[in-house]
């Protein structure tokens, strides 16, 4: 194994468990706790995963950049699309933390990540 497989391994690692979060949030986690009617709950569950997701984001911009400079696709005009949606989502992220029970920006932020993977995966080929 070379370090590039690791790094690889880094970032999908994090990358499932940011976008994997999300789609358990929105389709297991959150309809559960909204009809509990216990809102303290899905606070303490947004907030232990916005934890995980800081760390995971973190993950992914170091990677992804290391792939990047790595496999010279700083110019690839998919990787430009896709950094450009990893800042928007990053602004709704931002939005969402302020606004934590819209859940317009819940989908907008899901479908955004949903995207990079789709463009991640585009890359890789």
Do not use: Y
């Amino acid at each position: 194994m070379d370090n590039w497989t690791l790094v690889r391994f880094l970032h999908i690692v994090a990358l499932a468990f940011f976008v994997g979060g999300q789609l358990v949030l929105v389709v297991a986690i959150v309809p559960a706790v909204r009809r509990a009617g216990d809102d303290e709950l899905m606070l303490a569950v947004a907030r232990r995963f916005g934890v995980g997701s800081l760390v995971a984001i973190l993950v992914l911009v170091a990677t992804g950049a290391a792939m990047a400079s790595h496999f010279g696709r700083w110019h690839d005009s998919v990787l430009q699309v896709k950094l450009m949606l990893v800042v928007l989502v990053g602004v709704l992220i931002v939005f969402h933390t302020t606004s934590p029970t819209s859940r317009a920006l819940s989908m907008l932020v899901f479908l955004g990540s949903l995207a990079i993977v789709w463009l991640g995966v585009e890359l890789a080929h």
